[in-house]
C-alpha cells in the first residue's frame, strides 16, 4: 500500500473504526469508506446534511494532506485512492 493512502487509512480508522474498510480484492493503493456501519462519516443522500452528499470534514481534511482523492462507488460507500 501506497504511504500516503496507508497513512490516511490509519487516520481516519482512529475516528471512524467502523467505516474504514480495507478490501482485500481491491488494488493496494485504494481503501473504502462505509457509511452503513452506525457511524456519521460519510452521507450520500444528505439526510443529515440539507440534502447534499457529504464527507466528514475530518476526512477531507486527511485526504487533502495526504494528496488523495474520494469518490462514490455506491451510496453505501466510497473508494480513496491516489
Known amino acids: 500500500m501506497k504511504r500516503n493512502v496507508r497513512k490516511a487509512m490509519t487516520a481516519i480508522k482512529k475516528i471512524f473504526p467502523q467505516s474504514t ?3 482485500p480484492d481491491r ?6 469508506i462505509s457509511c452503513g456501519r452506525g457511524e456519521d462519516s460519510i452521507d450520500y443522500y444528505g439526510e443529515f446534511q440539507k440534502g447534499h452528499p457529504w464527507v ?9 494532506d495526504n494528496d ?5 462507488n455506491n451510496p453505501e460507500c466510497g473508494t480513496v485512492w491516489e
Open 21 to 23: 474498510l480495507n478490501c
Open 27 to 32: 488494488p493496494d493503493d485504494t481503501f473504502m
Open 56 to 64: 466528514d470534514p475530518r476526512i477531507e481534511s486527511i485526504l487533502a
Open 68 to 72: 488523495l482523492h474520494f469518490e462514490w
